[in-house]
């Protein structure tokens, strides 16, 4: 839903005088998966896909919201110290808490959303949320905090009011994306850097499994778990500090399953950086090599995909495609493909059919193009 679709939605429960509009994108991701919560590298971009809202601070100590999307509406009190019970509008309490927490004078408001980034999907429609919600909060109750903090609000929404313990990644592109453009985000140091995204002859297909992605309660915190004891084992804080040699002398004292975590870490720390020379050479071949080799870890040794994600990756090898992988966090959601332009028709209906005969569901393509960060709608 977009803006022009909302404005009547939010003029019937709350009238239309002085409310404003404001957005936040989901997000694709080149490479760098799990990475982000170990302190390492990840490139992804911000989507045209976006979750929109229409907010008027409303002069009370009351939050109004209704969701467009779901037909659902929620109130709760600023100082509510629960909060509503159901997970979808404790990411906007948790934001508006968290901001609280920062100082900002959040007041009561009204406000109506709904997006189009595909729920479930592994492209972030929580993050596109808590950022919406962030950026417009700053900006309506005059917060001053700059990006970085308030893809921490939105990092900690999920950790204290959901329960993901999830990396700053899909926060930080929602808010930090640029049209046109990749961004290389060093999770250590918050250093970032956009790497134009103009491949030519190739294309990018994102195709959704329909396997319902949900990091809620899912094995994802176990996987962090495991990357972090293994990392107090080397004595570093993250494993991005943990060397393949200091990895090897510990193996012996490791879990298979941790060891087989730290490994995956291990690699795709080097394949982030891998990508990002290729693609100042424009060798795109070289970074769907990657993208197949970060698929394999992601499947074997991190072991967050399933039947149906490691089956589109087979289909995109068995069609010539140039790299293909599980996008986000796994567990279902969709896969990340680079195409050449003059596979990309065929390679679109053979896997449509095959997956059609092989699964009885149909998987969808979702186009992308790479967009803007969280931003006022004019
Ligand atoms: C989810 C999390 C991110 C990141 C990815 C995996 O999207 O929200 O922080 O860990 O999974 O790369």
Redo the contacts with the bound molecule.
């Keep these: 839903m977009d803006s022009k679709v909302l404005l009547p939605l939010f003029a019937q429960r709350f009238g239309c005088e002085g409310a404003a509009c404001y957005a936040a994108p989901g997000r694709i991701?080149l490479i760098?998966?799990?990475?982000?919560?170990n302190g390492g590298f990840?490139l992804p971009g911000a989507v045209g896909q976006c979750l929109t809202a229409w907010i008027r601070p409303n002069g009370s100590d009351q939050v109004n919201l209704y969701a467009a999307d779901l037909g659902m509406e929620c109130v709760f009190a600023i100082d509510d110290p629960q909060g509503p019970r159901s997970v979808h509008f404790r990411y906007v309490y948790g934001v508006v808490r968290e901001m609280t927490a920062r100082g900002v004078k959040v007041g009561g408001f009204d406000a109506v959303y709904g997006g189009d980034v595909p729920l479930g999907a592994?492209m972030?429609s929580?993050?596109a949320l808590e950022c919406c919600f962030a950026f417009a909060l700053n900006d309506l109750f005059r917060g001053n905090l700059d990006g970085m903090e308030l893809a921490r609000v939105g990092?900690m929404t999920?950790h204290r009011y959901v329960g993901?313990m999830?990396?700053?990644?899909?926060?930080f592109v929602s808010l930090h994306g640029r049209a046109g453009c990749l961004v290389r985000l060093d999770c250590r140091s918050g250093e970032y850097e956009y790497f134009p995204w103009k491949p030519e002859g190739y294309s990018l297909v994102v195709v959704n499994s329909c396997v319902r992605h949900e990091?809620v309660g899912s094995p994802?915190n176990d996987r962090?778990n495991s990357c972090e004891r293994v990392a107090a084992r080397a004595g570093v804080e993250t494993l991005r500090d943990c060397s393949w040699e200091q990895l090897e002398t510990l193996k012996t004292e490791l879990s298979d399953e941790d060891y087989s975590r730290a490994r995956y870490v291990l690699g795709e720390e080097e394949r982030v950086l891998a990508v990002c020379e290729a693609l100042k050479r424009g060798d795109y071949e070289e970074v769907g090599r990657q993208m197949y080799l970060t698929h394999e870890g992601l499947s074997k040794d991190y072991e967050v995909s399933c039947e149906e994600l490691d089956f589109l990756v087979e289909e995109a090898r068995r069609c010539g495609v140039a790299g293909s992988r599980i996008m986000?966090?796994?567990f279902g959601g969709c896969t990340i493909n680079l195409v050449r332009n003059e596979l990309r028709d065929a390679f679109v209906s053979e896997v449509r059919k095959n997956y059609r005969e092989r699964f009885g569901v149909e998987c969808k393509m979702i186009p992308v193009v790479i967009g803007d960060g969280a931003r006022r709608v004019q």
Excluded at 166 to 171: A, N
């Design positions: 991701n760098g998966e799990h990475t982000d919560y990840v592994g972030s929580s993050a990092q999920e993901t999830c990396g700053i990644m899909d926060q990091l994802y962090r986000g966090g796994g």
